[in-house]
């Protein structure tokens, strides 16, 4: 994102506490606005309010600073100067930040008119901070910086792997494109150079995560807990469910999805007339159809979407075509960008970034209709008076993306048409079941690796390689054992978000029940799903997901109506 870019960013919000001129560079630019905050009198409700917005705007205008410096990181990850001031953001600025807001914090927490606010309002903000001062551990500061450091050398790791195949240096994104070819040896060379130059990165990525593992268990252990699961599962502030429901999850997923999966499978290899299904056979069409090719250019990838969310609602295409003309969209695949996609939101101004690589696949259009869903998520909360509510759970934050996924479907004609549109549907719809395993997988291995303390590389490995087969189905990986003892290098949540992963299953979940109303009553279905986003973080999440129309939950009582719902969909395209 260009300085530019950012200059010229509206300001619908303008600031009332903070000087209106105010560069924010490093900590002394706000200290004396702290120290303002620190000495005020809240001894009334209205001056507590008053100074809950106050702090609610310093914190976005700091989140913002924090927001740019991570989106250039990530757009650029061979920029030395990009690479420096993400160093300066974790090393010098937010360190100083924690020990201040523990002391706002505490300030809050004694003040005599916060019985006098309205707790239907405010009581999910203060159960935040009750929490934040239960799991502050002064000593935990540093580990937390070297925690951040070591997330940006995994960024910089895979955002250096190119692959060199048939006279091409190759990014993997671009690489994936192979994996959508008719033709089987093809795909085969494709997959194995692309896995084989992973590889290559394995010792690093195991030394990394080994560091992270370790420095997560000492935070852990200095804030009193067990192990970094059950501390984690507090900082995450997951009060309406607990591991154990993560584990009802996982036997949901055996009991009423793998079957599913095996379905899909079967009708796979018999319609590829293959004995067994090997990893690189899993994404291409089984009937031998060239691949699906949504767009050539970017410029389409974003038009075509913009029609999209158009026909979905006028509101929000004009909020995604007001990103496109803000500069607020980084979508193509290059050399040294970081791998994945996601949304920032750049709190001050209250606008939505999305970040993508898009290569010219029909997941990228998935993705951008994905992003998107986060992107109306922002715009919608973004009125909330308070900072902390303009940021969703992170299961509820996943619903509105992957809701939008499903209420976009229906439009995807806008890049294809007869036997793709077809295809692409019901593709799209088979990913949504492939995938629910996948879930499970992540979060049961990262539940092993955070309750199992002092174990070592080669017990993680084993672990996974049980984990992965748990759920992987009947994919035939031999002879790859040492790529698929690795294949969860790929996933970045590990290293990025450690447990942030069964929010997309509980998301997805969510999603389909907002889908299935959508079938019923389009229009109410989506009324109940742009109100729920207006909530931002201001109920609790089974609240939430009960404003968009759905019911929380996570076993297998819940998720069997909404797999058959899937597989009867399928059938009838």
């Known amino acids: 994102m260009s300085v530019e870019t950012l200059e010229k960013l509206p300001r619908n919000y303008p600031r009332e506490f903070v000087p209106a001129d105010l560069e924010v560079r490093g900590f002394d630019d706000v200290k004396p606005l702290f120290d303002h905050l620190l000495a005020a009198d809240i001894d009334d409700a209205e001056s507590l309010e008053t100074w809950l917005r106050n702090m609610s705007e310093l914190g976005s205008v700091i989140g913002e600073v924090g927001s740019r410096i991570h989106i250039r990181s990530t757009v650029d990850t061979t920029n030395p100067e990009y690479k420096k001031a993400f160093l300066d953001f974790v090393e010098n600025f937010e360190p100083k930040l924690k020990p201040v807001y523990q002391a706002l914090n505490e300030k809050f927490k004694a003040s005599p008119a916060r019985a006098q606010l309205d707790r239907d309002y405010y009581g999910i903000f203060e159960r935040s901070v009750l929490t934040q001062l239960e799991l502050y551990r002064e000593a935990n500061i540093p580990l937390q910086t070297e925690l951040a450091k070591l997330t940006n050398e995994y960024d910089e790791i895979q955002g250096g792997i190119t692959i060199e195949f048939d006279g091409n240096e190759l990014t993997p994104q671009r690489m994936g494109k192979f994996q959508l070819e008719p033709d089987r040896e093809l795909r085969e060379r494709a997959w194995r150079a692309t896995a084989e130059r992973r590889l290559l990165e394995k010792d690093r990525l195991n030394e990394l995560y080994e560091k992270q593992i370790r420095l997560r268990e000492q935070i852990a252990s200095n804030a009193g807990f067990d192990n970094f699961r059950d501390y984690q599962f507090k900082a995450f502030e997951r009060f309406d469910y607990t591991p154990a429901d993560c584990d009802k999850y996982a036997e949901a997923v055996e009991s009423v999805v793998l079957p599913a999966v095996k379905r899909l499978h079967d009708r796979r290899r018999a319609e590829m007339k293959l004995d067994k299904l090997r990893p690189w056979d899993l994404s291409v069409d089984p009937q031998g159809r060239a691949p699906l090719k949504p767009f050539e250019e970017v410029e389409k990838l974003k038009q075509g979407c913009s029609t999209i969310f158009h026909s979905v609602d006028d509101e929000l295409g004009g909020q995604f075509d007001q990103m496109q003309s803000l500069g607020l969209l980084d979508l193509d695949n290059r050399k040294g960008k970081a791998p994945g996609g996601y949304q920032s939101t750049l709190d001050e101004v209250r606008l939505p970034f999305i970040f993508m690589n898009a290569v010219g696949v029909d997941g990228d259009v998935r993705t951008l209709l994905h992003e998107g869903g986060h992107a109306f998520h922002a715009f919608a909360a973004a009125p909330q008076k308070l900072s902390d509510y303009r940021h969703a ?181």
């Open 393 to 573: 759970p992170m299961e509820f934050s996943e619903v509105a993306s992957m809701a939008m996924e499903l209420l976009g479907s229906p439009h995807i004609d806008e890049f294809y048409a007869g036997d793709d549109l077809v295809r692409a549907r019901r593709e799209f719809l088979e990913d949504i079941i492939v995938y629910l395993p996948w879930y499970a997988t992540i979060d049961q291995f990262q539940q092993w690796v955070y309750t199992h303390e002092g174990h070592g590389i080669d017990e993680r490995l084993d672990a996974w390689v049980k984990t992965f087969r748990r759920f992987n189905g009947d994919v035939d990986y031999s002879g790859l054992e040492e790529i698929e003892r690795h294949r969860w290098q790929q996933q970045g949540h590990l290293f990025w978000v450690p447990f942030y992963y069964i929010e997309y299953a509980i998301a997805q979940i969510g999603a389909l029940q907002v889908w299935l109303n959508a079938k019923q009553d389009r229009p109410n279905a989506l009324k109940q799903y742009r109100h729920a986003l207006s909530l931002g973080g201001s109920k609790p999440l089974p609240e939430l997901f009960k404003a968009a129309g759905g019911r929380f939950g996570m076993d297998a009582e819940t998720l069997k109506p909404l797999v058959e719902a899937l597989e009867e969909e399928i059938a009838s395209i």
